[in-house]
């Protein structure tokens, strides 16, 4: 069965619909949880610019978990935006990690040759 409602545009709308006779999206019944959904996705986007904006260190990583958890324990933010936040917080160090050692190997070659230059070994 399909949703009984019609889109923004007045199509019918085409997804599948629960008990209510309704999708997801359209049930009156959970307008207020929907609302809810909504606030905490825009908390979540507003996380995710700032993630990206940011310029990290592991001193500003660290901040912003313990705000994550902050939040988790007030309950103003949802277990599974937190562990999205930790989740990209994870993936920036490691990447961090990996730019920080490419520059101490390029640094390290650019020793060695010019050690071996001194020495007039190949
Ligand atoms: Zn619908």
């Known amino acids: ?8 545009t007045g199509q019918p709308c085409r997804a599948p619909a629960g008990a209510s006779g309704y999708c997801v999206s359209h049930n009156p019944d959970i307008a207020e949880e929907r609302a809810k959904w909504r606030r905490r996705g825009g908390k979540a986007s507003a996380w995710a610019r700032l993630l990206r904006s940011a310029e990290f260190s592991d001193k500003t990583a660290r901040a912003l978990a313990a705000g994550v958890a902050r939040s988790v324990h007030a309950g103003t933010m949802g277990v599974d935006v937190a ?7 994870s993936v920036d160090d490691k990447l961090r990690r990996t730019g920080a050692m490419e520059r101490d190997i390029a640094e390290l070659k650019d020793y060695v040759r010019a050690a071996r230059e001194r020495k007039g070994t190949p």
């Open 83 to 89: 562990n999205t936040i930790v989740r990209l917080l």
């Open 1 to 8: 069965m399909r949703c009984h409602a019609k889109t923004k």
